[in-house]
């Protein structure tokens, strides 16, 4: 095997693939440092995206790192390389996330085929159709998920009707909390702030849901007046529900990783996808969430899947603001 080190080129290409992961408010907390002299590259927590009201213990700022650290690996292993991590690798900095390192050849050969998937991924908050995901591509994604160490289930009629009660309470404890509306208001640009590199913009809020029972989350709730127009969403959505064996924070790496799995994979099906962590963020609902047939599992996402209309890509910052080169 050779064991040549990939350039500083390379390697920064890899890294704008990774950040097009999603994460929580398109916040982007991350931050990769590439120390070409021993060929690794670190990736850190950028504690300036945290979000202490809705995300006090970083669960939701390791899941989106997951997903950028994930998305590098399919990166490298689309260009022949294997990505070798080790998850928080410095037990005195918790800042740093992971270290990874590159081998030639790939030893991952089915994470090629997710690569085109990278930028066609959109967090889509539009009415899907309706129609329900194939039983086949509900299998396909569920293995995505074991393939990383994670669960993926579906909930069936009467556990989907409390997933959605429980979204919905949350929905009622955030408007109530002025706390939490100033948070996210922090991330959702105002008027003549839409060339900003992060955040969720008007145009991705999507319409007002009129009628319908898919949970989406209203960006707009928290940003003023609203003058979108309305439009009937799902009855019976197509929910999932990720889940992981634990609860900390190598646990949420590892959920990050299992969510894009699936995400990319839900996009080479031609499904659209809209993430939502509303329950997730209240711990008095949040254990509520979990599969009842599962032994032990810890909830850490709400998948929507569904069949919806192209979306235009929310913005990203550029890499040269969260990549150094040592």
């Given amino acids: 095997m050779t064991r040549t080190m990939p350039d500083t080129a390379t390697v920064t290409s890899w890294v704008g693939d990774a950040v097009l992961a999603p994460s929580m408010h398109n916040a982007q907390p991350w931050r990769f440092r590439w120390q070409p002299d021993t060929g690794t590259l670190l990736l850190d927590m950028d504690a300036s995206r945290a979000m202490p009201r809705t995300d006090p213990a970083r669960r939701g700022l390791h899941i989106g790192c997951g997903a950028a650290l994930f998305t590098l690996r399919v990166a490298a292993a689309h260009a022949g390389w294997t990505a070798r991590v080790r998850l928080l690798p410095d037990p005195a900095d918790a800042r740093v996330l992971a270290a990874l390192t590159f081998v030639r050849p790939a030893r991952e050969p089915d ?116 003058e979108r127009p309305a439009a009937v969403f799902e009855r019976l959505p197509s929910l999932a529900v990720l889940e992981t064996h634990g609860d900390a924070p190598a646990d949420w790496l590892l959920a990050g990783q299992a969510m894009q799995r699936v995400l990319l994979e839900a996009t080479l099906d031609g499904l659209a996808t809209t993430l939502n962590s509303q329950a997730l963020e209240w711990p008095e609902l949040r254990w509520t969430l979990r599969d009842p047939l599962s032994s032990g599992g810890h909830p850490q996402m709400v998948v929507r899947l569904g069949y919806g209309p192209d979306v235009p890509p929310t913005p990203r910052r550029p890499v040269s603001e969260v990549l150094e080169v040592a």
Avoid: Q
Wanted: aromatic letters at 8%.
């Fill in 111 to 226: 994470l090629d085929p997710l690569y085109p998937a990278i930028r066609r991924r959109r967090t889509n908050r539009e009415p899907f159709t309706g129609e329900p995901v194939a039983p086949e591509l509900r299998d396909g994604l569920c293995a995505a998920a074991r393939a990383e160490g994670a669960r993926l289930s579906f909930p069936g009629a009467w556990h989907l009707t409390t997933v959605l009660e429980l979204i919905a309470s949350a929905e009622a404890a955030e408007a109530l909390s002025p706390a939490v509306r100033e948070e996210i208001t922090r991330w959702t640009p105002t008027a003549g702030a839409e060339d900003r590199a992060d955040g969720v913009p008007a145009y991705a809020f999507g319409p007002r849901r009129y009628d319908g029972r898919a949970p989406v989350r209203d960006f707009a709730a928290a940003s003023g007046p609203d």
